[in-house]
């Protein structure tokens, strides 16, 4: 369930936020005058979503996905060798 706080509530509550989003994975949408102004996410999320911003990072993860419905996969031994 997506969370709202407004600006001034966050300001007094900011290290209960970022406890918050930092555990859950989450976000909290931050409005200033009754309107959506910003958000505050959990790093995990922001670093993934930094990285959909690349074409050639998610052509590449569209890529391996058709690799893996056509079982072009490697098995951990012959990417790792034998551990023992």
Do not use: C, P, W
């Amino acid at each position: 369930m997506t969370q709202v706080v407004n600006a001034t509530t966050l300001r007094s509550n900011l290290a209960e936020a970022i406890n918050h989003v930092s555990k859950k994975g989450d976000y909290l949408l931050v409005t200033r005058g009754g309107q959506v102004a910003s958000a505050l996410v959990n790093i995990d999320l922001f670093e993934d979503l930094l990285a959909l911003k690349s074409k050639k990072y998610v052509a590449s993860i569209k890529r391996a996905r058709r690799e893996v419905k056509r079982g072009e996969v490697f098995s951990h031994t012959q990417v790792f060798g034998d551990l023992r």
